[in-house]
């Protein structure tokens, strides 16, 4: 069975560009998240969907970001206008629901690096 | 923003040894889990251990959690060179079911 999938692997952008990040996750999983990694840092979290909801988004910059999973599969993750500060891994993972509540493990993609410059 | 804190932030260990990381947290949980990421990849995760289990055992590692002092190990005996990587602890919440990570412990095995 494939893992989740992202792609590109890697993008460089200039800054106010925009630039569209793109995830699969494993099959049958419900719960989608998109996280932000820095060098050295663990990974924060942009946006949580459960199905095509999105539940958690509380730390997603609203004014430049922007993610859809249509149809509770796939998600696209946005970035418009792209600042230098955005350089960073974004990482999508996905995991299944516990019969008992919570989740199990995520399941994470490569990432994509993207620079802007 | 994040919950859990692991320490060390860096450890260095002769090949053989057992490394210990430890995770606090702050808030009531549904279970912790532990990940491993190599430099450049993804997320792996290692082991999940539920609020009312108190230890948990996979080949090499052992993680125990306390949820009255908040906070979690884990333990990698007879460690290799392989087991070079960061190591991060994630929590769920009982609340909202939302999964917080630390900043991670930068493990380093020297040969």
């Known amino acids: 069975e494939a893992g989740v999938v992202q792609s590109p692997r890697y993008k460089i952008i200039e800054k106010k560009q925009p630039v569209a990040f793109w995830c699969n996750p494993i099959?049958?999983?419900?719960?989608l998240y998109w996280y932000l990694q820095n060098l050295g840092q663990g990974p924060e979290l942009l946006i949580r969907?459960?199905?095509?909801?999105?539940?958690?988004d509380s730390q997603l910059p609203k004014d430049r970001f922007s993610a859809e999973r249509l149809k509770g599969v796939d998600s696209t993750l946005k970035i418009q206008p792209a600042e230098l500060g955005d350089s960073a891994v974004y990482l999508c993972?996905?995991?299944?629901?516990?019969?008992?509540?919570?989740?199990?493990?995520?399941?994470f993609g490569q990432g994509t690096r993207l620079t802007v410059v | 923003s994040q919950q859990g804190e692991e320490d060390p932030q860096a450890l260095s260990i002769q090949e053989g040894e057992n490394a210990t990381m430890n995770c606090s947290y702050k808030?009531?949980?549904?279970?912790l889990q532990w990940y491993r990421q190599n430099s450049g990849r993804g997320l792996v995760h290692l082991i999940l251990?539920?609020?009312n289990e108190r230890e948990k055992h996979s080949g090499r590692l052992r993680v125990t959690l306390d949820t009255s002092k908040k906070s979690s190990s884990l333990l990698i005996t007879a460690s290799r060179a392989a087991d070079t990587a960061s190591y991060f602890c994630?929590?769920?919440?009982?609340?909202?079911?939302?999964?917080?990570w630390g900043a991670g412990t930068k493990l380093i095995i020297k040969p």
């Open positions: 993972a996905s995991s299944s629901t516990l019969s008992r509540g919570g989740n199990t493990e995520a399941f």
């Open positions: 099959s049958g999983h419900n719960t």
């Open positions: 969907y459960e199905n095509e909801e999105a539940v958690d």
């Open positions: 808030t009531s949980i549904n279970n």
């Open positions: 251990i539920r609020s």
């Open positions: 994630a929590t769920v919440r009982d609340s909202n079911y939302q999964l917080i």
